[in-house]
């Protein structure tokens, strides 16, 4: 779509507007562009089957604009009557509904096997990794995403990292988390504000349990709430230089 606009502004808007203002337009374009590619590149590598059946589709979406234009021409040029051209023109409607959808990005989350690549639940029978399957819910983390941030309150929601890493931003220095590490349970134990940012670095999958669900599983799993707690202090100790 960004390459059509481009071509637009070249075709048409350039008379109108004279041209400078093409010009710039064209660059902004130019630029837009750029980024959307980089990102459908960085995801093909990330999820090639995705991002190979991305590409079919906006092959599929060009081809059918290219037959839906020769329908078109045909019918105008009276090679085909009216009738055979509005049958033509709903079976196509219908590719094309079809064709625009997106494909759905299975992200490999199976929910149980996430679960089970975060320490802290090892301990825990198949019952317990089902009730805790139940309760989160599996989400993609993108590079920079902003997940807590530091100062907010009401946000009661815990993180785990079922793969990739974060920063939480603490004074000195950031310190990373990684695959199996969980983050955000300060301020369910303590009812303080959040108490550092904490964002995305690469991509990853996260499970995200709502506060009233953590709340209710750590009294249900006395030895999970331990570790929980035990992290807490050792993270609460950090920040205050002990
Ligand atoms: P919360 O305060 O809810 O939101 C920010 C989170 O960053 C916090 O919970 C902890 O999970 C995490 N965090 C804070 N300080 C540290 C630290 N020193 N090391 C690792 N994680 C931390």
């Known amino acids: 779509a960004l390459r059509e606009l481009r071509a637009f502004t070249e075709a048409s808007l350039r008379p109108l507007l004279g041209e400078t203002i093409a010009l710039e337009l064209d660059r902004a374009l130019a630029g837009r562009l750029e980024l959307a590619e980089t990102a459908l590149a960085a995801l093909k590598l990330q999820y090639p089957d995705y991002g190979r059946r991305l590409e079919a589709r906006y092959l599929e979406r060009a081809a059918l604009r290219m037959e839906d234009a020769a329908y078109r021409r045909l019918f105008a040029e009276s090679v085909i009557g009216r009738e055979v051209f509005n049958s033509l023109m709903r079976d196509l409607r219908a590719r094309q509904r ?84 969980f983050f955000g349970e300060l301020a369910l134990l303590t009812r303080q504000p959040r108490n550092a940012d904490v964002t995305m670095i690469g991509y990853g999958k996260l499970l995200v349990l709502e506060g009233r669900d953590f709340h209710r599983f750590l009294r249900a799993h006395p030895d999970v709430r331990e570790r929980v707690h035990e992290v807490a202090r050792a993270r609460q100790g950090i920040r205050r230089g002990a």
């Open 98 to 181: 079809e064709a625009d959808r997106e494909p759905r990005l299975d992200l490999g989350m199976e929910v149980d096997d996430l679960v089970r690549r975060v320490p802290l639940f090892a301990a825990i029978d198949e019952a317990g990794i089902r009730e805790i399957a139940g309760l989160v819910k599996p989400r993609l983390g993108v590079p920079g995403e902003l997940l807590v941030k530091r100062g907010t309150r009401g946000d009661r929601r815990m993180f785990f990292i079922a793969s990739g890493a974060v920063e939480v931003d603490v004074p000195p220095k950031p310190v990373r988390l990684g695959t199996g590490d």
